[in-house]
C-alpha cells in the first residue's frame, strides 16, 4: 500500500517560514521525481514545486520562485519544502505526490499517489 503523509503545516504570520515534509512508504520512490501542489479554498489545485529522482533538477511555480526550496533524501524516503518570506496568498492545503507518467513536470496528470495535505495559513 503506497502511502504519503505530509507534515509540517500551521499557521504563520506573513514574512514567516515553515518547512513541510512527505513521507513515503510502501514503495521505493528514489527512481521517481516527486512534486508539491497546493490548493486554496475555491480554487483548483495548482503546481508549487517538483524535483527530479536524482536531486539534480528543481522546477518551481513563479509564484514561489525564490521563496521555496523542494529537496529530497532518498535514503528516508523523504521530499520537503522550505517555505520562506510566506505570504498570506500562499494559504493552501499543499499536497505531495508522486511523478509516474511523462507529462511535464507541473502538470498534474503526470502525478500519481497523492497525499491528504498539510494546511499551511498565512496571516496579514
Known amino acids: 500500500q503506497v502511502q504519503l503523509v505530509e507534515s509540517g503545516g500551521g499557521l504563520v504570520q506573513a514574512g514567516g517560514s515553515l518547512r513541510l515534509s512527505c513521507a513515503a512508504s510502501g514503495r521505493t520512490f528514489s527512481d521517481y521525481a516527486m512534486g508539491w501542489f497546493r490548493q486554496a479554498p475555491g480554487k483548483e489545485r495548482e503546481f508549487v514545486a517538483a524535483i527530479s529522482w536524482n536531486v539534480e533538477n528543481t522546477y518551481y511555480a513563479d509564484s514561489v520562485k525564490g521563496r521555496f526550496t523542494i529537496s529530497r533524501d532518498n535514503a528516508k524516503n523523504m521530499v520537503y519544502l522550505q517555505m520562506n518570506s510566506l505570504k498570506p496568498e500562499d494559504t493552501a492545503a499543499y499536497h505531495c505526490?508522486?511523478?509516474?507518467?511523462?507529462?511535464?513536470?507541473?502538470?498534474?496528470?503526470?502525478?500519481?499517489?497523492w497525499g491528504q495535505g498539510t494546511q499551511v495559513t498565512v496571516s496579514s
Open positions: 505526490a508522486v511523478r509516474t507518467r511523462g507529462y511535464s513536470m507541473d502538470n498534474q496528470r503526470g502525478y500519481d499517489y
